[in-house]
């Protein structure tokens, strides 16, 4: 098997692996050295045909393989490339893939609204995690952001195409595990967006996972909409004996009340098992379910604040973007505020 170093850590993977995922498995080895995992938005490694879409996973690769050690010539997305033996690889040590990080990460804001206020996906969106990391507090775009109507695409599901950055995700989901796709990218360039051509057509058991696998606000819970901030509810693991799906989902409480049902999403916010609409939307009184416990919540998270301590185990849930202390070692980004 092949062996490839990132960030000066060395990691033996099958044939075949691309650089994401072996980051990813140094990640799974050791919690401490979870940095070494590039941020990604439109990978999802469940979903078949998933990345190459953001370009936020971009790295370095120093050394190609023990039989041609010369560099690639620019960053390469690493959700794409698959490792070679003695390939050697910088991530957070490498100040080029910081400064190309946030070139992206700027991109992605363009036409991104400054909504997080009211956006149901704060505190838990990938995208603010990236702009925290690799953002700056000021844009350059002097033009204006493209504006969509908010529009609804099923009976639960609330489309807010302004906050898109088209990654793809949901498209991928509406292939893959439901009955049939009836939504996806219409028109193209700076026009491009996903859409149905019949407003309220998205309607099978499978369609509320479209709004777990979105990085930001674009797909959001109409069942859940301006209920509560996320940082004031506390997830639990719960599980039910249902017929569609495995059952097993996060409850996201406020005192006794169920204000939203979600898949389990591992330490990379990927969904471990998707879940039907029946569990999601129909199934929202605690006395329908059998809680296990609270979820373990990585420590940076503002949903642990105020009521969660760190466990000891090293499995860490519902993360998003984990912090980088190696940054430390890099010029800081300038911050939003």
């Known amino acids: 098997m092949p062996k490839v170093t990132i960030d000066n850590i060395e990691i033996e993977v099958p044939e075949g692996t691309t650089i994401l995922e072996a980051a990813r498995r140094i990640g799974e080895r050791n919690s401490a050295e979870r940095y070494v995992a590039p941020p990604t938005m439109c990978y999802y490694s469940s979903l078949k045909g998933s990345g190459g879409y953001c370009r936020t996973c971009l790295v370095k690769v120093t050394k190609g393989s023990e039989r041609d050690p010369r560099p690639m010539p620019k960053p390469v997305a690493s959700c794409r490339t698959a490792v070679m ?19 992206v990460t700027e991109f992605l804001l363009i036409n991104h609204p400054m909504d997080c206020p009211i956006c149901d996906q704060a505190g838990e969106c990938h995208l603010q995690d990236l702009s925290y990391e690799h953002g700056v507090s000021t844009s350059r775009y002097q033009f204006e952001k493209r ?16 906050r898109c950055i088209m990654c793809y995700r949901c498209v991928k989901v509406a292939e893959q595990i439901t009955d049939g796709r ?20 998205i309607d099978n058991d499978f369609s509320g996972n479209i709004i777990d696998v979105c990085p930001v606000g674009a797909l959001t819970d109409r069942t859940y909409r ?22 097993k989902v996060a409850l996201w409480l406020k005192g006794q009340e169920v204000l939203r049902v979600t898949g389990r999403k591992d330490q990379w916010g990927e969904v471990e098992e998707f879940i039907c609409n029946e569990c999601r939307f129909d199934k ?19 949903i642990s604040q105020g009521h969660y301590v760190h466990a000891p185990q090293q499995k860490v849930l519902d993360s998003g973007t984990p912090n980088v202390p190696e940054l430390a070692r890099l010029k800081p980004a300038k911050k939003n505020r």
Not at 90 to 98: C, R
């Open 85 to 103: 033996d003695g390939m050697v690889v910088e991530n957070t040590l490498s100040q080029e893939v910081m400064d190309v990080r946030g070139a």
């Open 284 to 302: 929202k009184q605690l006395a329908d379910w059998v809680v296990e416990g609270p979820r373990n919540i990585d420590r940076h998270s503002v």
């Open 182 to 201: 009836v939504h996806g990218v219409i028109n193209r360039g700076d026009a491009a967006e996903i859409s149905t051509y019949i407003q309220q057509a």
């Open 147 to 162: 504006t969509f109507d908010p529009i609804d695409i099923g009976e639960q599901i609330k489309m807010h195409m302004t």
């Open 226 to 247: 301006f209920s509560s901030r996320v940082w004031f509810t506390k997830p639990m693991d719960a599980h039910r004996d249902c017929k569609q799906c495995s059952g």
